[in-house]
């Protein structure tokens, strides 16, 4: 715990006056000031998923001496919670997700990055060099990216172990099964720029590139002079 002062300060006197208690009981630990700041820490690791109060008392002077403040300064935070797994999205069972979609695991903190792919396996297989991967530390979110194709049938398996910047390990294990929807139909005329000028001597002919779409109709029309 850092409490920084808006100048520098008495050791003795602020280390008399910071306190961090949870649920009535005084955390020990020990204090170290240093200029306008003071550091405290805990004999023993604060657990986590739990909430605390830490206070500095009215009476704590400057390093020169002088008169003491006379304003308590309290504040609350709670600890970071044990890893799970909150959500994967597409979700179980879904049946048309996004042709091109990625994987989304969210957790509900932050977790080591670095131990997820370890112990996360697809079926069809990805290739590894078409993964692309990120983990998005305000939403703990982790984001796989794998080449997914329209219309497939995908398997995703989590198994447990994924790890926290503490070392501490996710214990369940998590299953999806989802289907990409097809590739939306589209058609357009491979022309440079948008139009292109046709030698009226020779046959026009125009290349047209399209994805699920079985017919095409044309309409020609004269341009006035």
Known sequence: IVVRFNQPVDAATARGAFRLASGGAVIDGQSAVAGDT???TPTQRLPFDTPFTARVDAGVTSASGGVPGDDPYEWSFTTVPLPAIVEVLPRDGEPAADPYTAVTIRFNTDIDPATV???????PAFSPALVYT???TYDHTFVLNFDAKPGANYDVRID?????PYGNVID??????FRTRDADPTGS???????ATLN???PARVVAQTMNVARLD???????D
């Open 172 to 177: 369940e294990s998590r299953q999806t099964s």
């Open 189 to 195: 005329l491979a022309l440079p720029y948008g139009s």
């Open 160 to 164: 447990a172990g994924i790890a926290d």
């Open 134 to 136: 990120y983990f998005n």
């Open 218 to 224: 044309f309409e020609l029309y004269r341009l006035n």
């Open 200 to 202: 009226a001597y020779t």
């Open 38 to 40: 003071l550091t405290f």
């Open 117 to 123: 792919m370890s112990h996360l396996s697809m079926t």
